[in-house]
């Protein structure tokens, strides 16, 4: 590749893209649809106290190994944000490990079923330093030095306290998981920023089709769940990877709804503040791939799962209220506008 992805257009990244899934054989959108989530699920009290518990262990995580590791950096600011995420990883990857284990191999769990925990903290930090030079401004700077590092294997060499920490958190990621692995793991990311990109590069005076923003939402979902799984279980087989990947990735779209309002003030598209994506249909793509998870990575469906449990109850009950209250609020735009051309025209005639 001899052209930067930074100075290629939205179509020229989009070719980029369809090459990079393509060689990891990662597909373009969900094939699974679902109405119903075929495991046994526990009560939404049980869920809560469950949740409790689980926000008080992700909580100390975040103290632990995150919170005092960033503590001096004068741009801390930028993780309140992010502060969510870093539970979300924490709890997901957690519960999704463990009962891997029990059904792989009951006896490997508690020896392989907790991982690093200090991995797994530099990972996050690492992704949202990046994922802040994407969405915030004022970080947007420092975009071009990560790209040159992540197409390119360029060296960070910056003294700047932001590359410093991000430059900390990935040469511990590379001296704890080798060389090859590491390797691996950097191909996925390329499929995040060039995705990324992608989202940046938008024309807005051009609308995105549905399967285009199907392909880049499930790139930059997708990514980050299955490259994070990777690192800490790089065993996964390949109809494995391609589960955590169309779950993540729909998992992108609830996501997107949380920041409808800001993509659309800094003209990026997304299924749903595009009006390509109604909640019941996001709700059948989401219980299909828990489905698909479950099955082809050998979940025991009789075995509730946390993290999947709070999740579903989630996408049951607070995305509709944000979603709905955009459709409202855009139908109300829309009638003012009619309203207004409606008095001009009058006064024109």
Same mark, same amino acid.
């Given at each position: 590749?001899?052209?930067?992805?930074?100075?290629?257009?939205?179509?020229?990244?989009?070719?980029?893209?369809?090459?990079?899934?393509?060689?990891?054989?990662?597909?373009?959108?969900?094939?699974?649809?679902?109405?119903?989530?075929?495991?046994?699920?526990?009560?939404?009290?049980?869920?809560?106290?469950?949740?409790?518990?689980?926000?008080?262990?992700?909580?100390?995580?975040?103290?632990?190994?995150?919170?005092?590791? =960033?503590? +001096?950096?004068?741009?801390?600011?930028? @993780?309140?944000? $992010?502060?969510? !995420?870093?539970? *979300?990883?924490? %709890?997901?990857?957690?519960?999704?490990?463990?009962?891997?284990?029990?059904?792989?191999?009951?006896?490997?769990?508690?020896?392989?079923?907790?991982?690093?925990?200090?991995?797994?903290?530099?990972?996050?930090?690492?992704?949202?330093?990046?994922?802040?030079?994407?969405?915030?401004?004022?970080?947007?700077?420092?975009?071009?030095?990560?790209?040159?590092?992540?197409?390119?294997?360029?060296?960070?060499?910056?003294?700047?306290?932001?590359?410093?920490?991000?430059?900390?958190?990935?040469?511990? =990621?590379? +001296?704890?998981?080798?060389?090859?692995? @590491?390797?691996? $793991?950097?191909? !996925?990311?390329? *499929?995040?920023? %060039?995705?990324?990109?992608?989202?940046?590069?938008?024309?807005?005076?051009?609308?995105?089709?549905?399967?285009?923003?199907?392909?880049?939402?499930?790139?930059?979902?997708?990514?980050?769940?299955?490259?994070?799984?990777?690192?800490?279980?790089?065993?996964?087989?390949?109809?494995?990877?391609?589960?955590?990947?169309?779950?993540?990735?729909?998992?992108?779209?609830?996501?997107?709804?949380?920041?409808?309002?800001?993509?659309?003030?800094?003209?990026?598209?997304?299924?749903?503040?595009?009006?390509?994506?109604?909640?019941?249909?996001?709700?059948?793509?989401?219980?299909?791939?828990?489905?698909?998870? *479950?099955?082809?990575?050998?979940?025991?469906?009789?075995?509730?799962?946390?993290?999947?449990?709070?999740?579903?109850?989630?996408?049951?009950?607070?995305?509709?209220?944000?979603?709905?209250?955009?459709?409202?609020?855009?139908?109300?735009?829309?009638?003012k506008k009619e309203s207004y051309s409606h008095v001009e025209m009058k006064i024109v005639h």
């Amino acid at each position: 590749m001899e052209k930067s992805p930074m100075e290629m257009d939205y179509y020229e990244l989009d070719t980029l893209l369809d090459s990079f899934l393509k060689a990891e054989d990662l597909p373009s959108s969900v094939e699974y649809s679902s109405d119903a989530i075929n495991y046994h699920r526990y009560s939404k009290y049980r869920i809560v106290i469950k949740a409790l518990f689980r926000i008080i262990e992700a909580d100390l995580f975040y103290r632990t190994y995150i919170k005092r590791k =960033i503590s +001096s950096f004068k741009k801390a600011g930028i @993780f309140k944000s $992010f502060r969510l !995420y870093f539970y *979300i990883l924490k %709890i997901g990857f957690a519960d999704f490990i463990t009962h891997y284990f029990l059904t792989k191999n009951p006896i490997l769990v508690d020896i392989r079923g907790k991982f690093d925990d200090k991995l797994l903290a530099n990972y996050v930090i690492a992704a949202m330093l990046y994922d802040a030079s994407c969405d915030d401004v004022s970080c947007r700077k420092y975009l071009r030095e990560f790209n040159d590092f992540i197409m390119f294997n360029k060296a960070i060499k910056s003294s700047d306290e932001y590359l410093t920490l991000f430059k900390e958190s990935i040469d511990y =990621i590379k +001296s704890a998981v080798g060389k090859k692995r @590491f390797d691996k $793991f950097m191909n !996925y990311i390329k *499929i995040e920023h %060039i995705s990324q990109l992608m989202s940046i590069y938008q024309l807005s005076d051009k609308l995105v089709s549905r399967d285009n923003l199907f392909k880049v939402t499930l790139a930059k979902g997708g990514i980050t769940g299955l490259a994070g799984m990777y690192m800490i279980l790089p065993d996964l087989n390949k109809k494995e990877r391609k589960a955590i990947y169309e779950f993540a990735g729909v998992c992108q779209i609830f996501e997107d709804i949380y920041d409808i309002y800001e993509d659309l003030e800094n003209g990026i598209q997304t299924l749903p503040n595009q009006k390509l994506i109604n909640l019941q249909n996001l709700k059948q793509l989401y219980f299909g791939t828990i489905n698909n998870l *479950i099955k082809k990575c050998n979940l025991n469906p009789n075995r509730p799962n946390v993290t999947l449990d709070i999740a579903c109850w989630l996408a049951e009950l607070l995305p509709g209220r944000r979603y709905n209250r955009f459709i409202e609020r855009k139908f109300s735009q829309i009638q003012k506008k009619e309203s207004y051309s409606h008095v001009e025209m009058k006064i024109v005639h």
